[in-house]
């Protein structure tokens, strides 16, 4: 029984390199690096699947969520006070000056904003109540350098909880 024996496994074993080593000397590893490529190319034309492959039937978003992103009417607040905060003052410098560096002419608007959905008068209870809070914001906003007549305040509905919110325009 006769056995047949790789070269270069005996190549490699009278000079102590192993059987990868003794391969890469005969130039069989540039072999194996397209056979891997060519089983490998196939994949890449996939593409990975999206989330409406994982999600065909996506869940509908509540009707808080869709009230929520109505009440910025399609405008991002700048500032988000809520009521009763008294530590106001630096985080709001420090969003005027960011947007002053941004848009040195901008002017701000300070809303006082009523949850939606509520009575009438309930409605102007809490516009009453924020009215003093919104007043003290515009006037931190002039003294930090911004001039009166870019300046305002305004008052609506919207929202779920009452807040102050700062608008640059």
């Known amino acids: ?10 190549l490699a074993a009278q000079h102590g390199f192993s059987p990868v080593a003794a391969q890469a000397a005969h130039g069989y590893t ?12 196939p994949l890449a034309a996939c593409s990975l ?7 065909p039937n996506p869940v ?21 006070i809520q009521p009763g905060t008294t530590d106001f003052a630096a985080p709001l410098k420090s969003a005027v000056a960011q947007a002053l560096a941004i848009k040195p002419q901008a002017a701000f608007e300070v809303t ?4 939606q959905g509520i009575a009438p ?9 924020l009215a003093p809070l919104a007043s003290i914001v515009a006037q931190s906003i002039r003294a930090d350098g911004v001039a009166a007549d870019r300046v305002t305040l305004a008052a609506r509905t919207g929202g779920q909880a009452p ?7």
């Not at 029984?1 to 005996?10: A, E, L, Q, Y």
């Open 1 to 10: 029984m006769s056995s047949i024996v790789c070269p270069s496994r005996c």
């Open 30 to 41: 540039g072999t194996m690096r397209a056979l891997v490529l060519l089983a490998v190319l």
């Open 49 to 55: 699947p999206g989330r409406e492959t994982l999600a």
């Open 60 to 80: 509908a978003p509540q009707a808080s969520e869709i009230a929520a992103t109505d009440a910025f009417t399609g405008r991002i607040p700048l500032v988000t």
């Open 112 to 115: 006082a904003q009523a949850p």
């Open 121 to 129: 008068d309930d409605a102007v209870t809490f516009l009453q109540n």
């Open 163 to 169: 807040v102050i919110l700062v608008y640059v325009k």
